[in-house]
């Protein structure tokens, strides 16, 4: 493959593209086609009020966002016409079914994914005077091997052996798939442009047109059309600038648009008079550039009566895309001297690149307020890096972390040692006393030491998402191959970004990251968290370690139903029934509390449990220091029912007094222990400020019910912990963890590690 700088500009339209064809000829036009007549079908929407402003769905990634639009069916679009074009025809075959036509496999969804990133790795630039050096060529040699396997790129040659107007024809399906998947996510504003690029080499122009339909409040590219207008003229005899527009305003006609079109698509007034009738406006704007005309066309630019000069306020790095782009563009080894007259993958090309900046703008939009503003060329190289899932990138292996190895193929296998516990309490300064010389690490990278950065008052998730990476069994589960594919095979959202932090973190290569996809997929499920205010993080631990449950059971599902459509495999039936049933969550995480009822009247006792992840414990109050045993043994107190609290005796048949007694009957692998700091002062709630003092090892042994009094289960050693400084309404969160690895406790304050 070859490399060239194919850029795209914007330009005028052309004389020869504002009259009919029948004109220029002295030919009558009154058997020409009536574009309204073409929309008066019962496709068309009625006319509506739209907003005054644009709507867009919120809460993906900017991989999930690129994904929910290139997805299968997209693929499909693109490469159905490939068995008719390695056939030698003209035309492509459309006898196979549509069962034939919808097979896609996971295989060539990914390859097509690989050819696409390739394509993008080399990032969008935006301006006028952009330009490309020798680095292009050499990364794309580097990637040669790599496109030369790829099937993918196979059918996209073959595609390239078409006929002119069955690559358009291509070229349209696939635009027009994604143009629809886009209608879904994006609505636009009041104010639309259509807007004309020129496609050119370093070395000419190419033969392909570009027109889009732009939203002026964002720069979002509504509709796409790509043409030439060689071709458009022996179609029809209608001008090509109103087949052109025809084609973009197709699907947003009847919701009494506002257009700004160039004035050299002016046509005396006529494009108005042809478009009236169908619910859009047209403005018209002064010529970005003097067209390019033939000797027998007027040198002056057309007197317009309506223009629209300033567009609609917007951050300028989110239009800046609309005076054009340049980027790499990709074509065929033996292809090389003509590759000028190919248009296929220039259009290709060009779509994709609008993929990345539709992508890009919303993503933005989604994220505004935190404080983060990305660049498109840098955007679209991470965002290109991210779209291949690459089963080779290898992750960190973690031998020395030892930790009790949850198996999905023994779930009965427990350990009798509990080395690991996660304490989520809140610290003043002086309980700090673990974290002795604090050395803080500058550009230093570790696996597991890596500080998040805050996107706007997030410090309460990068505390909990520090925490959960140094808890090793779920990390070990989480990074292993096998448990990422039936992750990714079953579609699961919170779990796949998570485990993509999780790589992040421990490989190591840099002393930070940005944690915005998680954010970003938790305030998707999770919209009480959807905004920039502070929150609690007790309370996102739970809806997190929720999420992710529900996400494994999710894949243990599509597991069992994949083991029983094994009729002889009785034992993988039964492994992964057991799967859906406890997942690395539950097996990890979850204990049981057993409580025992005695009636005062009659001492009839009643039995009963509780499945607990975190264990809400009360502070002492009217002291200034205590322990964290003196909180456990105030939580398992025995209590006594009285008063409006009694309590039905099955016995007695009347409410009774109750004592309960509480105790542990099933103590969790890791141990999770929240210090309940807010109570009630009178009408006003207030911090308590008693100092809680724990060490590095806690036992649990005088809390434990008889059943499990002579097992080893009671012994935890202290590796996280959550701190929280200032008071209800204002606070700061930060967390200290413990590292298997460097066997060094850290603390992390957002970006910052010490």
């Given at each position: 493959m070859k490399a060239k700088?194919?850029?795209?500009r914007e330009c005028?339209?052309?004389?020869?593209?504002?009259?009919?064809?029948?004109?220029?000829?002295?030919?009558s036009q009154k058997d020409g086609l009536c574009l309204p007549n073409i929309f008066r079908s019962k496709k068309v929407r009625p006319l509506t009020r739209i907003e005054t402003g644009p709507t867009y769905q919120v809460y993906y990634t900017a991989r999930e966002l690129l994904l929910e639009v290139l997805d299968r069916g997209a693929i499909r679009e693109l490469i159905r016409r490939v068995t008719g074009a390695k056939a030698g025809a003209n035309r492509p075959s459309y006898g196979q079914s549509k069962e034939q036509s919808a097979d896609l496999s996971e295989g060539e969804y990914a390859e097509a994914l690989t050819w696409f990133s390739i394509v993008l790795q080399s990032g969008l630039s935006v301006g006028e005077n952009c330009s490309f050096g020798a680095e292009l060529t050499l990364k794309l040699d580097g990637w040669q091997g790599v496109l030369k396997r790829n099937s993918f790129q196979s059918n996209l040659l073959s595609l390239t052996r078409l006929e002119d107007g069955d690559k358009l024809e291509a070229l349209s399906a696939f635009c027009g798939h994604l143009t629809r998947r886009y209608q879904a996510l994006y609505t636009p504003g009041h104010n639309l442009a259509v807007k004309k690029y020129r496609l050119s080499y370093e070395q000419g122009p190419?033969?392909?047109?570009l027109a889009l339909?732009?939203?002026?409040?964002?720069g979002f590219i509504c509709n796409m059309h790509l043409y030439c207008p060689e071709h458009l003229q022996r179609r029809s005899r209608r001008p090509v600038v109103e087949q052109v527009v025809g084609q973009l305003l197709r699907p947003f006609c009847g919701h009494r648009y506002q257009v700004q079109l160039d004035s050299s698509a002016w046509m005396e007034g006529r494009l108005t008079d042809i478009f009236s009738g169908l619910g859009v406006s047209f403005n018209f704007a002064p010529t970005v550039e003097r067209p390019v005309t033939d000797p027998t066309s007027p040198s002056h630019s057309p007197a317009v009566p309506h223009q629209r000069q300033t567009p609609?306020?917007?951050?300028?790095?989110?239009?800046a895309h609309l005076q054009g782009w340049t980027g790499p563009a990709l074509f065929p080894q033996s292809d090389v001297k003509g590759s000028e007259a190919d248009m296929f993958l220039p259009g290709l090309w060009a779509t994709l690149h609008i993929l990345c900046i539709n992508t890009f703008i919303l993503h933005t939009l989604q994220n505004q307020g935190s404080g983060k503003q990305a660049h498109l060329t840098e955007f679209t190289r991470t965002l290109a890096s991210q779209l291949a899932v690459d089963s080779s990138v290898t992750v960190p292996v973690l031998p020395q972390l030892n930790s009790t190895s949850y198996q999905e193929t023994s779930l009965t296998i427990i350990s009798k040692q509990r080395t690991n516990s996660i304490s989520c309490s809140r610290l003043t300064e002086n309980e700090k006393h673990g974290c002795s010389s604090p050395v803080r690490l500058r550009g230093c990278s570790r696996p597991g030491v890596c500080g998040l950065d805050n996107s706007g008052n997030s410090c309460y998730l990068n505390a909990v998402l520090q925490c959960l990476c140094s808890t090793v069994p779920l990390v070990e589960h989480l990074l292993n191959q096998d448990t990422r594919k039936e992750l990714a095979r079953s579609k699961c959202r919170v779990a796949e970004v998570f485990v993509r932090l999780l790589e992040e973190m421990w490989l190591g290569r840099s002393s930070s990251c940005a944690p915005v996809e998680a954010r970003s997929v938790l305030c998707s499920i999770l919209p009480q968290f959807n905004n920039y205010s502070q929150q609690d993080a007790q309370e996102l631990l739970l809806f997190l370690l929720n999420a992710l449950q529900d996400d494994f059971k999710k894949a243990a599902k599509c597991q069992m139903r994949s083991s029983i459509r094994q009729p002889r495999q009785d034992q993988n039936r039964n492994c992964a029934t057991a799967a859906v049933e406890s997942t690395i969550v539950s097996h990890v995480f979850e204990g049981q509390l057993s409580y025992m009822t005695v009636c005062t009247h009659c001492d009839h006792q009643a039995h009963s449990t509780q499945t607990f992840t975190v264990l809400s414990l009360p502070i002492p109050t009217g002291i200034i220091k205590c322990s964290i045993q003196d909180c456990l043994s105030l939580f398992f107190e025995q209590t006594i029912l009285t008063g409006g609290e009694q309590v039905l005796c099955s016995a007695c048949g009347q409410r009774r007094e109750m004592t309960v007694l509480t105790c542990l009957d099933k103590p969790p692998e890791i141990l999770m222990l929240h210090l309940k700091r807010f109570g009630c002062k009178g009408k006003n709630q207030v911090k308590l400020r008693t100092n809680v003092v724990f060490t590095m090892k806690l036992d649990l042994t005088p809390f434990l019910s008889s059943s499990v009094q002579n097992t080893t289960y009671s012994s935890y050693h202290l590796y996280a912990v959550v701190n929280h400084t200032g008071h209800l309404n204002m606070g700061h969160y930060t967390a200290l963890t413990y590292n298997a690895l460097t066997q060094t406790w850290h603390c992390f304050d957002d970006s910052a590690v010490k």
């Open positions: 700088a194919l850029s795209v005028t339209w052309m004389s020869e593209e504002c009259h009919l064809l029948d004109e220029k000829h002295g030919v190419c033969s392909l047109h339909l732009c939203d002026l409040s964002s609609e306020e917007s951050p300028s790095h989110l239009v």
